[in-house]
């Protein structure tokens, strides 16, 4: 299966500022999806990534708060913009590989 | 979409009883789901999955049943152990299809020793 190398592992950023999260993916993969688990919550999927095309972002979620882009088919970044204390959270990116999914280790972001 | 409901939220057991965890889905066009383990300050761990043309599946002290029709499925852990402590996710896909996992709430499990 598919090995993702997701950086930063975790930071610590000023309220108004932002952050881009990447990852890459040891193989090609048509979708990528980013998710956010914020504390003590289940994960909650942000947006679907499809390289060539704008990301689908779920409700709640928007582009001009979490702009992705997908410039090849195994590397993505999801950038959290303009932060608040909100967005403490962890944020994972996952593709599909094998017979199920994967997961990058994860990005604990702390809003301050 | 996909929703998934998870019961119950937390769950209590004393070590060596039996832990069931059960998930409903909408989405009858699911074909797989898996169950993730995650330990404090850690990304979730697959512990088993099923897919839609099973309708059990066991790996040691962990089984997952799967009702197509009532749309739920369930995990069960055996002779739990303090170490089965964790917080445990539900989900469910059209994995043929490509789609995301959609997630249930989590249950957080603690075994007493």
């Known amino acids: 299966s598919a090995v993702i190398s997701q950086k930063p592992s975790r930071d610590i950023c000023q309220r108004g500022t932002s952050l881009t999260i990447q990852c890459q993916v040891d193989?090609?993969?048509?979708?990528m999806f980013w998710y956010r688990q914020q504390p003590g919550q289940s994960l909650t999927l942000i947006a679907t990534a499809n390289q060539g095309s704008e990301a689908t972002y779920e409700s709640g979620f928007v582009i001009d708060k979490f702009p992705i882009s997908r410039p090849n088919l195994t590397f993505s970044t999801l950038t959290v913009s303009n932060m608040s204390p909100e967005d403490s959270s962890i944020y994972l990116c996952?593709?599909?590989?094998?017979?199920?999914?994967?997961f990058g280790s994860g990005t604990r972001l702390t809003v301050v | 979409g996909e929703n998934v409901e998870q019961h119950p939220s937390t769950l209590s057991v004393q070590e060596g009883d039996s832990a069931v965890i059960k998930c409903t889905y909408s989405d009858s066009a699911s074909n797989y789901f898996p169950w993730y383990k995650q330990e404090l300050g850690k990304r979730p761990q697959l512990i088993i999955d099923i897919r839609s043309n099973v309708g059990e599946k066991k790996d040691q002290r962990i089984a997952v049943t799967l009702n197509k029709t009532a749309k739920h499925f369930s995990l069960h852990i055996t002779e739990t152990q303090p170490e089965d402590s964790a917080v445990y996710f539900c989900?469910?896909?059209?994995?043929?299809?490509?789609?995301?996992?959609?997630f249930g709430g989590g249950t957080r499990l603690m075994v007493k020793p």
């Open positions: 996952s593709v599909v590989a094998g017979n199920g999914y994967t």
């Open positions: 193989s090609q993969v048509t979708m």
């Open positions: 989900a469910a896909s059209n994995l043929n299809a490509g789609n995301m996992l959609t």
